[in-house]
Every structure is written in structure tokens, then in C-alpha cells.
């Protein structure tokens, strides 16, 4: 009697061991398609673009193929649906350019700032629907004047822990005006920490720096926010812009952020011009963050 006893508590065991296996897998897992949340800000113009993040199970039979954003044809859009993989899941993304696509139709031409917040998702099985991608805000250049440009890029570098630079050579005398980004809130809040560091011409050395890439990543100089403005820049003078992101929890850090931070100089009321520093973070979760949300998106679907 004990050893059928003994059995059958062996048995319930092993159902029980087979029963929590079977949950644990389905609660790592997605039954549709999920796009992570994107705080874009991009200049509609050919040579700009934006990445658009998304998460498949491995073993789901509908596969995002397209994506189609309404009321802007032409732009072209170039799938990776296999960026990064994971025990479950593949993290893909679409690439999405202002550059004329291979349709032969012109991108858009948009003068007017304007924010995406959906995006039409198009299946393997021919099926679609309208996906929430977070928000994409398309902001014209204010100033478009190329010609004879008094500040050229010199520079730049990024890094595997969210931080970067550009280093600016100013080539004939300007003032430093102002800045301007969607997203001036997050350097605000400390989400993203950005500096600019005016470096004086000093007689009979080269405005370019010296430093290895790995010091010029580094912040230096002064909060951007803080900086007294106007600043006259004189010939043969620098400017280096550098960032890094600080973001505090896991949440935030699978979103994705893809900053244009425009800084605006002036020679005189008629001649202005903008100089555009690309600022971006892009999800890279280890397998126990991806699965933390997945179980979160799971429980939110």
C-alpha cells in the first residue's frame, strides 16, 4: 500500500513538474507581433531615417513582412526581421528613409511639422492591421543653407553605453543662437544628459583634437541647457556636443530613442544656419530583461 502510495506522489509530482514547465513556456512567449514603444524625432528630407523595433515569437506562423505609414507613400522601408535573437523570441526592425524608394515614388514633401502615431502592419498570411508604434515627429529643417556652411563636422564617435559626440570646426566667425529639439524635456528630467564644449583657437594649433575617440566620448564642458547663449564663435574655434543616456529602469530601456538636437548660429539677420546632431538609444535587453517583457507585454495584450 505505501508503495503504491509512494507512486502516485512520484506521478503527481512529475504532472505537477510538467504542468509548471508548460506555464512557464507560455508565459514567456507572444501569440501576435509587438512593436516596442519609439520616441522619434526625424527631418523629412533624403538622407535622414528612423528604425521601427519589433518582437516575434520564433514559433508564430504569421510573420510581420511590410510596414505602411498613411498619407506618406514613397518612403522606403528596408525589413531586418532578424536584427537580434533570442531563446523565444527575434527582435526585427524596419528601416524606414526618406531617400526615393525602389518604386520609382518621390518621398513626400513635408514642410509642416507633423507626428505618427500609427502604422499600418502587413502579415505573411495577407492580413493587416493598424499597430500604436509610440510617436514619430517628422520637423522640417528650419534653416536650409549649405552653401559655404561656417561649421563643419570634424568628428564623431559612439559607444556601446549610449553616449557619443561630434566635434564641430568653426570656419569663419558666428554666434551660437540657440537649440531646439522635440524631446528637450528629457534633458530636462536627466534621461539624457548632453553637453557642449567650446573650445577656444589658440595661435598656431589645429582645431582638431588630439584626444583618442574613447576621451572625446566622454562629457565635458557645460549642461547644453546651461549654456549662455549667444556664444560668438570665432575662426579656428571648436565645438564638441556630447551625450549619454540615463535611463533608470527596464521599462525604459526597451524604448527606443532617436534624437535630432539642432543647434542654430547666425552671421548676421540674414544668414542662419543649423547644424543637426543625430542622438539615438536602441534596445539591447539580455535574455532575463527580454523575458521580463515579454511577460509584461503578454499581460498588457
Do not use: C
Not at 531617400?99 to 515614388?105: L, R, T, V
Not at 563643419?152 to 554666434?175: F, I, K, N
Request: aromatic letters at 10%; zero cysteines; charged letters at 25%.
Amino acid at each position: 500500500m505505501r508503495g503504491k502510495w509512494y507512486y502516485f506522489l512520484a506521478m503527481l509530482l512529475i504532472a505537477g513538474s510538467w504542468i509548471g514547465n508548460i506555464w512557464y513556456d507560455q508565459a514567456n512567449r507572444l501569440e501576435r507581433t509587438v512593436f516596442l514603444e519609439h520616441y522619434i524625432e526625424v527631418i523629412p528630407e533624403a538622407g535622414d531615417y528612423f528604425d521601427l523595433y519589433y518582437l516575434e515569437d520564433k514559433r508564430l506562423e504569421r510573420k510581420l513582412i511590410d510596414i505602411y505609414i498613411e498619407g506618406y507613400p514613397g518612403l522606403q522601408v528596408n525589413p531586418y526581421p532578424n536584427y537580434a535573437e533570442y531563446r523565444k523570441q527575434s527582435l526585427g526592425k524596419m528601416i524606414v528613409s526618406f531617400d526615393s524608394a525602389d518604386s520609382g515614388q518621390e518621398p513626400p514633401e513635408i514642410k509642416e511639422p507633423a507626428v505618427i502615431r500609427q502604422v499600418t502592419a502587413l502579415y505573411s498570411d495577407g492580413s493587416s492591421e493598424k499597430v500604436h508604434i509610440g510617436e514619430i515627429h517628422l520637423v522640417p529643417r528650419g534653416n536650409v543653407n549649405r552653401d559655404h556652411d561656417p561649421i563643419q563636422w570634424t568628428s564623431g564617435a559612439g559607444s556601446s553605453d549610449y553616449s557619443g559626440y561630434d566635434r564641430l570646426a568653426v570656419q569663419r566667425p558666428v554666434h551660437l543662437t540657440g537649440l531646439s529639439s522635440v524631446y528637450t524635456s528629457m534633458v530636462e528630467e536627466g534621461g539624457l544628459l548632453v553637453h557642449a564644449d567650446v573650445e577656444k583657437r589658440i595661435p598656431g594649433i589645429s582645431h582638431r583634437s588630439e584626444a583618442s575617440s574613447e576621451a572625446e566620448i566622454k562629457l565635458s564642458g557645460v549642461p547644453i541647457l546651461d549654456l549662455p547663449l549667444p556664444v560668438r564663435l570665432n575662426k579656428g574655434d571648436s565645438v564638441k556636443v556630447s551625450y549619454k543616456f540615463n535611463l533608470s529602469s527596464t521599462a525604459k530601456r526597451m524604448q527606443l530613442y532617436q534624437l535630432r538636437l539642432r543647434l542654430d548660429y547666425a552671421e548676421n539677420e540674414q544668414a542662419l544656419w543649423q547644424s543637426v546632431h543625430h542622438i539615438a538609444y536602441h534596445p539591447s535587453p539580455t535574455e532575463r530583461e527580454m523575458a521580463e517583457y515579454v511577460r509584461e507585454r503578454r499581460e498588457a495584450l
